[in-house]
């Protein structure tokens, strides 16, 4: 089989065409693209556009022997704004174009108009304006009487004063102030800001960049890295390397609570400390290094700071003689040092793993693994459970417990458990622990130390698990001293983790159902339970206005929304007896997330007659990025009509992607976008970053890098002193899994950065009021580009986010600038505030089939002719 697998692949190379940029060569009047055509037979058409906005120009090519020659005038340049696009059509199909592996980036890109451009291709070829903010000039600065000593740099220079030092690494600049108050002279002695890489040297003069003329080679260090500014091609290039040390000797034992390092090298510089620093939080520990006489220095560091958070820790050694110097540890020469073995130590009644590693950079790491604990239920029988748990010989004078913890209070039972265990959930009072009438109560395995304190804490997942958002393995119900009927269901997560599913039915309620027939004129609505701001709320509104359908809009009474819309007609309070009623009637139920939030029971077939509903799924957004929790095959009973805003959401991703077909799926928009004003103009910056799916706990949402990245960012300097400069302000409005973290008593913020509350705004208002959008992945960013609004992203974990795959190419939904860095962020941000907000990306029409305000019309339509096809 494997052979055959192989010849196919030979063969199939054959016929695979690939589009490929190898060259970008600028010449007098024009820049010339080469790009490489594999396996292209038959070329009838070939069709090449630049596309800035609206602005379309065909660009003149050739094509000899499948070499693809376009050339771009630079007049075409004049006017560029922003990212433009271009286009390469065969045979009206659009290519998928990328770049050579050979091409880097100070061969892609040029100048023009004393403005620097790059070509590149992730799919399409993009030609990016770089760095907008400034001008390259052709009048360069002659540096004079140079002098470069430890952290300092300086220069006379015989013209107009000079403002700074720019470094230019590829996609980024970096500039480095002037200290010096003294006309024609420049001094530095704050690089803080440089990076390791390669950088050519400019010096800026206001906006302007010309290049520094240095006829000889400069060499200084600073505390963290050595700077050598030479020549190459006539220009000043800086390479920048961060310090480093051979280790010829390195050695670990454990030393009570510690571990000491012994370590060796030949330089003749003192150690003075070892710091070491967690890579997630970034924080560093610095502990004294001695020497011992034999040409070697040895330092203990505690077993606790290395174990934090167990996470990498980069390993930093500290000099105070000949000057302070930050230097990398190198074990490249892995073999001949000869590390220890892995360590074992006991460590807070666990016996963990620990051990230093050569990182792929050759510099020095340290790991710390936690005892494996195995956890399954591999059986469920009525409303028993049956699994087992391992590891527990890893933990010295521990217990294990089963904990059933109410997901909203933490209120929660536990029961002790062996290696294997068998429970019937029958005999745990659930009642107690519920704080909802409809709630979720997780279940965890436990390990507790012989004080009781809980050391671990791990989900439990079902081996034989099918998970449906809307079946169940197992179900009872116990009936309360109030003859109230509490209902228990054992189900699943997407990560198969058990979960018990209960809600509460009123006695008397539970009685009257009987039977009702449902009433397709009678639509429920809602989003989530404690919410009124989305699209159901709009087309709720919409309906009681336009139509005579008998619509209702469910809340939680404790919501925040529910002040807001508690006088509105036919508002329904999540749990009532009204509310029960109604879902028993009602025959249309529109959500804009799962079922769950509209109904106070469990929508699943059997329940009250959810089977004989036309379920209408309203979105909360575009897809087009991640996929999405609402696949037809998670649903027994999936939705009816799934309502999209584009022909190409609607093929591509519902149908083609998500399981649903032709006549289950209306292009009609979505109901919020009819409230959306277009070119309104506003001020001041909106942070709203999404949720990621893989933060299971609190300590892991404290400890990850997505709430590290944000506090980091709210608290950088820079970004305040930009904010204040501009007379700017930043409202950051975390997603609502997250404010419980990200709030006021939380984040230190400044004047020019305010925290929002979940609820005081909507956020529908939050985009109307914002001149600036900047996000990571949600799909708010669609609303705030209808508007026609600018939108950053800040993409530092792109690759993990979509690990599980992305419904269509990020260049066609990411609609704006990226930033992948804290520094770039800021930059962009500056930018955006320079240029007064104005946005660069009008085309939209690969994202909305319509831009006008009557998309509720459409829907109101669609579940119309839905209703009518169900008869």
Not at 596 to 603: D, S
Request: glycine content about 4%.
């Amino acid at each position: 089989m494997s052979v055959i697998k192989r010849q196919w692949k030979n063969i199939r190379k054959y016929f695979i065409k690939k589009v490929t940029l190898q060259d970008v060569t600028p010449f007098d009047t024009y820049v010339s693209l080469t790009l490489s055509m594999k396996n292209f037979i038959n070329i009838n058409e070939i069709s090449v556009t630049l596309n800035n906005g609206a602005d379309v120009r065909h660009l003149p090519y050739r094509i000899i022997n499948q070499t693809l020659s376009i050339n771009i005038p630079y007049e075409y340049f004049i006017h560029l704004e922003g990212t433009s696009k271009i286009q390469v059509s065969v045979n009206n199909k659009k290519m998928l174009i990328y770049t050579a592996d050979a091409l880097k980036f100070d061969q892609s890109s040029f100048f023009a108009d004393n403005k620097l451009f790059n070509i590149s291709a992730d799919g399409s070829l993009k030609l990016a304006h770089m760095f907008p903010s400034y001008s390259f000039e052709a009048e360069t600065v002659k540096a004079e009487n140079i002098t470069a000593s430890y952290n300092h740099f300086s220069f006379n220079y015989d013209a107009d004063e000079i403002t700074g030092i720019a470094l230019i690494y590829n996609h980024k600049i970096v500039e480095i102030e002037n200290d010096t108050v003294n006309s024609r002279e420049f001094s530095a002695e704050d690089f803080e800001a440089v990076n390791e890489g390669t950088a050519r040297v400019y010096a800026v003069r206001g906006s302007g960049l010309h290049v520094l003329a240095i006829d000889q080679t400069v060499t200084f260090n600073t505390p963290y890295y050595q700077v050598v500014i030479n020549k190459r091609n006539h220009k000043p290039i800086a390479n920048i390397e961060t310090h480093k040390v051979h280790l010829n000797k390195f050695e670990s034992t454990i030393h009570g609570d510690n571990v000491r390092l012994t370590a060796g090298y030949s330089d003749t510089f003192k150690l003075d400390s070892v710091i070491v620093t967690d890579t997630l939080t970034q924080e560093s520990t610095a502990f004294r290094a001695e020497y011992n006489n034999h040409g070697e220095y040895t330092a203990d560091l505690p077993i606790e700071n290395l174990v934090s958070n167990f996470s990498r820790k980069r390993i930093v050694l500290h000099t105070e003689e000949p000057v302070s110097y930050y230097i990398q540890p190198s074990v490249s020469q892995l073999n001949e040092i000869g590390f220890n073995d892995r360590l074992r130590v006991l460590f807070n009644s666990e016996r963990i793993k620990i051990w230093f590693y050569e990182r792929k950079d050759t510099l020095l790491g340290f790991k710390a693994t936690r005892p494996k604990v195995r956890r399954l239920v591999t059986h469920i029988e009525d409303y028993t459970i049956a699994g087992y748990i391992t590891g527990l010989d890893e933990f010295e004078n521990c217990n294990a417990y089963l904990l059933l913890e109410e997901r909203y209070t933490s209120d929660n039972v536990q029961i002790e458990i062996q290696n294997n265990f068998k429970i019937n959930l029958k005999d745990i009072d659930l009642i107690n622990i519920k704080s909802k009438n409809k709630t979720i109560i997780d279940l965890f395995v436990i390990i507790t130390d012989g004080k009781g304190e809980v050391i671990r804490k791990g989900k439990i997942k079902y081996q034989h698990s099918n998970y449906k958002k809307d079946n169940y393995y197992g179900a009872d119900y116990t009936v309360d001293s109030e003859g109230n009927k509490h209902f228990q269901l054992i189900t699943t997560t997407p990560y198969n983790n058990i979960k018990i599913e209960s809600f509460m039915v009123p006695g008397n309620i539970d009685k009257s159902y009987a039977g009702i027939k449902k009433d397709m004129n009678v639509w429920l609505i809602g989003e989530r339970y404690d919410t009124a701001q989305d699209n159901g709320y709009s087309m709720f509104l919409w309906l009681r206005e336009h139509t005579d359908v008998d619509a209702y809009y469910v809340i939680e009474r404790d919501s925040k929304d529910f002040l807001k819309i508690k006088d509105t007609e036919n508002v329904l309070i999540f749990g009532s007896d009204k509310h029960f009623h109604i879902s028993f009637k009602a025959g249309v139920l529109l959500g804009t997330h799962d079922l769950e939030n509209l109904l106070p029971y469990k929508p699943a077939s059997g329940f009250y007659g959810y089977e004989n509903t036309v379920k209408v799924f309203l979105q909360h957004g575009v897809l087009g990025r991640k996929p999405a929790e609402y696949h037809k095959k998670y649903y027994e009973l999936p939705f009816d009509l799934f309502i999209v805003s584009s022909i190409p959401e609607k093929e591509d991703i519902v149908m083609k992607k998500m399981g649903y077909s032709e006549q289950e799926t209306a292009v009609t928009g979505l109901a919020r976008f009819d409230l959306l004003p277009f070119n309104h103009k506003t001020e001041n910056i909106l942070l709203m970053p999404t949720w990621r799916d893989w933060i299971t706990s609190d300590d892991g949402f404290l400890k990850s890098r997505y709430y590290h990245r944000y506090v980091n960012l709210i608290q950088n300097p820079r970004l305040h002193k930009v904010l204040e400069d501009y007379n700017v302000n930043l409202n950051f409005y975390p997603h609502y899994r997250a404010q419980v973290f990200f709030n006021a008593s939380h984040v230190d913020t400044t004047s020019r950065i305010h925290f929002i509350e979940l609820g005081d705004r909507t956020v529908q208002e939050l985009l109307i009021s914002h001149s600036l959008l900047i996000t990571d992945y949600s799909s708010v960013s669609f609303d705030f580009s209808l508007m026609n609004k600018p939108v950053i992203y800040y993409h530092f974990d792109v690759g993990r986010f979509f690990k599980n795959g992305k419904l269509r190419p990020l260049h066609e939904t990411f609609i704006g600038d990226t930033a992948k860095d804290e520094e770039t962020l800021i930059d962009l941000i500056e930018e955006s505030i320079q240029n007064q907000f104005m946005s660069r990306h009008t085309d939209l029409s690969g994202i909305f089939e319509y831009q006008d305000h009557h998309n509720r019309e459409r829907i109101y339509k669609a579940v119309l002719n839905k209703i009518k096809a169900a008869d």
